[in-house]
């Protein structure tokens, strides 16, 4: 879900629980100051309300279709919650509310004002469940991201242990083409004394089948 329509979520059921709370404490005000005042900080909640609900419309409408269908169905219920406040402050703010309110007791006796007590406790019960289902959500987003960063920090010392094993290992190889490298030195220039060695052999091999030549004849050539 997305963070943004959280926080417009949790912001509209405070202000929700708020706008019931004073709905109820200014129906049975008389006509005067007071209610006025009352009226007043009621209809600002309501516009307050109403950009809250369009923020989370164009919120909702620009995350991806699987949490749109989600996001758009709640604020379908908010709409309707929205709509039943805009109600009853028309109700409290008309000028013939007081002799309204006096025909509808008549009418229906006090069962109906018990009755729209209970409906604005269910709906402020509704109101404050939602901003504790706000509230659960936000938390297990922050446990999400302190989880992902520990996982994150975990990585980068695995990778620091394999970055310092591939150091050293990397010393290891240097000292072995060094090893080599003296190796190949050294036969080569054993190599280069063999080849020496066999001429110096050849040579000395030459002058004695030579001198063996050269005394034979001789020997032959006195008889």
């Known amino acids: 879900m ?4 959280e926080g417009y979520e949790r912001q509209y059921c405070e202000l929700s629980v708020n706008l019931s709370r004073k709905c109820s404490s200014a129906g049975p005000l008389p006509a005067g100051e007071q209610k006025q005042q009352k009226i007043s900080e009621i209809k600002a909640a309501v516009d307050d309300a109403d950009v809250l609900i369009r923020k989370m419309d164009l919120e909702a409408r620009s995350l991806q279709p699987s949490a749109k269908a989600m996001m758009l169905a ?3 219920e908010y709409k309707s ?6 109600r009853e402050f028309k109700r409290i703010s008309s000028p013939n509310a007081d002799q309204a309110s006096r025909e509808e007791l008549l009418e229906s006796g006090m069962a109906n004002v018990h009755t729209a007590s209970a409906d604005q406790g269910a709906r402020m019960a509704m109101s404050v469940e939602r901003l504790n289902q706000s509230s659960d959500k936000i938390m297990e ?3 999400t991201v302190l989880e992902t960063e520990e996982l994150g920090v975990s ?3 695995d990778l620091q242990q394999q970055r310092e094993t ?3 290992s990397h010393k290891k190889l240097h000292g072995v083409d060094d090893a080599i490298d003296k190796s190949k030195k050294v036969l080569t220039a054993m190599s280069r004394r063999m080849s020496r060695n066999k001429w ?10 030579v001198a063996i030549i050269f005394i034979l004849f ?6």
């Open 2 to 5: 997305s963070q943004v329509f």
């Open 74 to 76: 709640k604020l379908r």
């Open 81 to 86: 919650d929205l709509n039943k406040l805009k």
């Open 141 to 143: 987003s922050r446990r």
């Open 155 to 157: 990585i980068l010392e």
């Open 166 to 168: 591939l150091l050293h």
């Open 200 to 209: 110096i052999i050849g040579s000395v091999v030459g002058v004695l089948i």
């Open 218 to 223: 001789y020997k032959l050539s006195h008889h």
